[in-house]
């Protein structure tokens, strides 16, 4: 069998030399994916670029398909389904067993079938969301999660997500990226126990705390080491009002020892919702890139949105339906079955409009803040 090895990182020439060692197998790497890049090669391995796999048939060299972590979360999850939507449709997909590459431990007992682990049955979620805080500290118009129509402290019930965290274990084993936000998660005096709740369920996730920065030159010393200890990353989206304190929130984040991302200046944002359907939901759920699967209160949902759009029928009189897409953890019976629940279109797809765009300003709190410009006309 001749396999095209998804990824083009450490983590892909790793499993390339799994597979090399497992050759009784007649197991064949035949090619990597990799950047548009032409002319590249890896161990005499040709590097063909996604898009020009994508737009010519290689189908006859090759028998399937692993995806190595390099694609990780959104974009692992965005390549399985251009495979699956191209002339590669009939081909098999894998995932790497995690332990195997995380881990530096012999893999020569390990079989074939531990390594190449089908896409469909695999034990691993590639993205999930945590708020640590429904509120924020800077309200943002038209703020996707809602929060700026959160007038009180809301946070989660810890013991609550304790338990969630550890039933999804029994059929999650490995999330590659586990994103704690908000909501502004800072204002969350618990943070702490937030991240050693989630590094232990899942000591080889990439665990990110999403900030808006204003508190992050504030956080405790016990905060900071808390994060080192457990490998955590900070990323600070940075809005105009907070600009201007980039060097201060960098220089803390240095000087305390934790790696952390700032984004450039997001200076727009984009509309949520029509008012009425008008985009058929499973060709709003096929064309949406963001796959943002939440956690709250025992349920999983593919968007945030459905998770918090109560906030917005709250404040509004609204009626938005969220009900269909909140999946009981407690009800799911296997990694297949939540992959399958995700992966559906829900109601509220069928108002999803992103196609207005406008300048980032705090909110006022009316409702024409979150729909598309031909709702405000």
């Known amino acids: 069998?001749?396999?095209?090895?998804?990824?083009?990182?450490?983590?892909?020439?790793?499993?390339?030399?799994?597979?090399?060692?497992?050759?009784?197998?007649?197991?064949?790497?035949?090619?990597?994916?990799?950047?548009?890049?032409?002319?590249?090669?890896?161990?005499?391995?040709?590097?063909?670029?996604?898009?020009?796999?994508?737009?010519?048939?290689?189908?006859?060299?090759?028998?399937?398909?692993?995806?190595?972590?390099?694609?990780?979360?959104?974009?692992?999850?965005?390549?399985?389904?251009?495979?699956?939507?191209?002339?590669?449709?009939?081909?098999?997909?894998?995932?790497?067993?995690?332990?195997?590459?995380?881990?530096?431990?012999?893999?020569?007992?390990?079989?074939?079938?531990?390594?190449?682990?089908?896409?469909?049955?695999?034990?691993?979620?590639?993205?999930?969301?945590?708020?640590?805080?429904?509120?924020?500290?800077?309200?943002?118009?038209?703020?996707?999660?809602?929060?700026?129509?959160?007038?009180?402290?809301?946070?989660?019930?810890?013991?609550?997500?304790?338990?969630?965290?550890?039933?999804?274990?029994?059929?999650?084993?490995?999330?590659?990226?586990?994103?704690?936000?908000?909501?502004?998660?800072l204002l969350n005096p618990e943070l702490d126990r937030y991240i050693t709740l989630l590094r232990e369920a899942y000591p080889y996730a990439n665990i990110n705390i999403v900030t808006n920065g204003l508190l992050v030159a504030n956080m405790s010393q016990s905060l900071c080491e808390t994060i080192r200890n457990n490998e955590v990353h900070v990323h600070v989206s940075l809005y105009p009002p907070v600009k201007n304190k980039k060097e201060k929130i960098e220089a803390f984040l240095k000087d305390n020892g934790i790696t952390f991302q700032i984004s450039d200046c997001i200076n727009t944002f984009t509309s949520t919702y029509q008012s009425k359907p008008f985009v058929d939901k499973t060709y709003a759920k096929e064309h949406c890139e963001i796959f943002c699967n939440n956690l709250r209160d025992g349920k999983i949902s593919c968007c945030p949105q459905v998770i918090y759009t109560h906030y917005y029928n709250e404040c509004f009189g609204t009626t938005y339906p969220v009900e269909d897409g909140m999946i009981d953890i407690y009800k799911i019976g296997s990694a297949r079955e939540l992959h399958q629940s995700l992966d559906k279109p829900v109601s509220l797809c069928s108002y999803c409009d992103r196609s207005t765009c406008f300048d980032w300003s705090i909110t006022k709190r009316l409702n024409a803040e979150w729909l598309s410009k031909e709702e405000c006309l």
């Open 1 to 185: 069998m001749r396999i095209a090895i998804c990824g083009t990182d450490d983590k892909a020439f790793k499993i390339k030399s799994i597979l090399d060692r497992l050759a009784y197998h007649n197991i064949v790497v035949g090619m990597f994916i990799g950047p548009d890049a032409v002319g590249l090669c890896h161990d005499n391995i040709p590097i063909i670029p996604e898009n020009e796999l994508l737009n010519r048939d290689y189908s006859k060299e090759i028998d399937g398909f692993i995806i190595s972590p390099e694609h990780y979360g959104l974009t692992r999850l965005s390549i399985y389904k251009k495979l699956k939507a191209s002339v590669y449709a009939n081909k098999k997909i894998y995932l790497p067993d995690f332990e195997t590459l995380y881990n530096e431990g012999n893999v020569k007992d390990l079989s074939i079938e531990k390594i190449l682990v089908p896409y469909e049955d695999s034990s691993q979620l590639f993205y999930l969301e945590v708020h640590a805080a429904d509120h924020c500290n800077l309200n943002c118009k038209g703020c996707m999660h809602f929060s700026s129509l959160v007038k009180e402290k809301v946070f989660p019930d810890f013991n609550r997500l304790s338990e969630d965290v550890h039933q999804l274990r029994k059929f999650i084993k490995h999330i590659d990226i586990i994103r704690i936000l908000g909501g502004e998660p």
